[in-house]
């Protein structure tokens, strides 16, 4: 009888790791097949003689001597990737089992990943209901929000859906947490791990930040962690330390025993923290009453429906479709780092709030600017200034500063993206070196050369921007590689056509018709210019307005104009 209870004992301790588990969509995550001969005990020789005390145990002569674990200063802790407990590397990793069935648990009953409650588990059970209780009901808050979705993601990617907890104690749920490693959102991606499982992360957006999106990542991220170590508290130290830094340890300490890796100075503080986190954030999420976190206001489950929408594409004109404010469509949409969709893809999958689909779709066609506008995006260089860079698309100062929000005075960092609004009409109008009949090949009929002085920043490609000549021609024109960098005070030779200049000439007004126009609810001066084919300063004058002026629905602007666009 002693036999068959120790025994019993030995099986339920190895569920905490689980090694001969190679698929999670063909085996349970709890089955532990037999080990085979020769292979690695998971028990260290003090549990094996603990357990067998009156029973001689021999010595494993591969068992490494455990080295001193002095308690040191914690590196890289940070915010909520790691609490800092006083827990000593020398206290007692013995078990104090405490078998949990489904009926003593709370709202979700059972368990999916392997549950130890040892000494450091312990340590945090009680600091989250003393220290860090504050903290965590407001994570317990939050929890309801996000994790009825991320179960489902999990279990979609064929994962233990309790590695949720994992997130709780990487952000809170926070999908704004920022660590001081740079580590972003719920699930703390660092750029490159968010990179290699297709996260985007620029200027634009940083799905990092994404719910959605940065929990798929992170199940595809865990799914190759546990295929590694077939162990899910490996999987776990792999997440936050890094799956070369495990499979090291395990080498040269000669261990697949997470518990038993945490006796050398190896790890970091943080990641010898990371497991017993995860299962006393999961005990006490699964049963918050039992541990005294009674009343929490839980947040209501994310819902959503998702529409397309174009690129650059103003988020407070999207909120008005919704008739919803832009901070409600933003929290929604945390991956959005600016004040427009990203103006470098064809269209953008956008949330909106649940049932506001056929709204949006009702008022978004009425709203939109009815001009077709391309864009460009322009890194500011250093130097660069808000007029220059007018002069350089050839284009109004009006709309760029409308677009991106700014004023004249506003000064300009180096490495910030602006938009630059291109009308289509305007853009592939052709340059005056369109080719000749054949007749005149190579010929420039009535051209004339000019001298241009080089300035700090020119590049072959911008001057033949600025001077309205085809890309290539400033090359060819001075025997110059069309990627050779350009000195300050050189010259150039240009040829231009007599009379041409490179900023775009207002219109004829022979042939233009004059209509009131009446303004309409989320309607600008750049998008009513892009519209009508005219440019801002023209409707200002026809119009007696100034700078500050603004215009509001009602409004009834007169405008002088051939057809509008289609």
Not at 217 to 234: I, N, P, R, S, T
């Amino acid at each position: 009888m002693h036999r068959i209870l120790c025994a019993g004992i030995i099986l339920l301790l190895s569920s905490a790791c689980l090694p001969g588990i190679h698929s999670l969509s063909s085996k349970s995550h709890l089955n532990v097949p037999p080990k085979e001969a020769g292979e690695l005990s998971l028990f260290t020789q003090s549990e094996l003689e603990e357990l067998f005390h009156d029973q001689s145990v021999p010595l494993r002569s591969d068992d490494p001597a455990p080295a001193p674990s002095p308690v040191s200063v914690p590196e890289n802790q940070v915010g909520m990737r790691s609490l800092n407990l006083p827990i000593s590397d020398e206290s007692s990793d013995d078990f104090n089992l405490e078998i949990l069935s489904g009926n003593t648990l709370g709202r979700k009953k059972e368990f999916d990943i392997p549950i130890v409650i040892n000494e450091k588990v312990e340590h945090f059970l009680h600091y989250f209901q003393t220290t860090a209780r504050n903290s965590f009901s407001n994570w317990l808050a939050r929890s309801e929000k996000y994790i009825p979705f991320m179960r489902e993601v999990l279990k979609e990617k064929g994962l233990p859906e309790d590695l949720v907890y994992l997130s709780m104690i990487e952000s809170g749920f926070n999908p704004y947490a920022y660590s001081r490693s740079k580590a972003m959102g719920p699930w703390q991606f660092i750029y490159l791990t968010g990179k290699r499982y297709g996260l985007k992360s620029n200027w634009w957006v940083d799905e990092r930040r994404d719910p959605e999106k940065s929990t798929i990542a992170a199940a595809g991220y865990l799914k190759d962690l546990y295929d590694m170590f077939e162990c899910w508290y490996l999987a776990a130290a792999g997440y936050n330390a890094g799956e070369n830094k495990i499979a090291i340890g395990m080498k040269r300490y000669r261990t697949e025993d997470f518990w038993e890796l945490t006796k050398y100075r190896y790890l970091k503080q943080e990641t010898k923290h990371y497991v017993p986190q995860m299962i006393a954030a999961a005990l006490l999420a699964k049963d918050p009453e039992k541990y005294g976190f009674i009343g929490i206001e839980y947040q209501e489950p994310l819902r959503y429906d998702k529409v397309m929408v174009p690129p650059a594409m103003d988020l407070r004109l999207i909120a008005k479709a919704c008739e919803i404010t832009v901070e409600e469509l933003k929290e929604l949409n945390p991956e959005l780092r600016r004040w427009c969709t990203p103006p470098d893809v064809p269209e953008y999958e956008i949330k909106i709030p649940f049932g506001k689909q056929d709204l949006f779709l009702k008022n978004f066609e009425s709203l939109r600017p009815g001009g077709k506008t391309s864009f460009k995006t322009h890194i500011v260089k250093k130097g660069e200034t808000l007029q220059q860079i007018a002069r350089l698309y050839r284009v109004e100062l009006e709309p760029i500063l409308e677009i991106n929000r700014l004023e004249k005075r506003s000064r300009l960092s180096a490495g910030t993206n602006l938009l630059i609004p291109l009308p289509k009409e305007k853009e592939i109008k052709p340059g005056p070196l369109a080719s000749k009949p054949s007749g005149e090949k190579g010929r420039l009929s009535g051209s004339e050369e000019i001298t241009y002085i080089i300035k700090k920043g020119d590049t072959l490609w911008s001057i033949a921007n600025e001077m309205g000549v085809n890309i290539g021609a400033p090359s060819a024109w001075n025997k110059l590689h069309p990627e050779k960098k350009l000195m300050p005070g050189d010259q150039l030779k240009i040829k231009v056509l007599e009379g041409d200049t490179p900023l775009v000439a207002s219109q004829n007004e022979k042939g233009k018709k004059e209509i009131i126009y009446v303004v309409k609810t989320g309607d600008s001066l750049w998008s009513i210019a892009s519209k009508h084919n005219v440019s801002i300063s023209e409707i200002k004058n026809w119009n007696n307005l100034d700078g500050n002026d603004r215009i509001y629905p009602s409004d009834r602007l007169k405008l002088k104009v051939g057809s509008p666009k289609s």
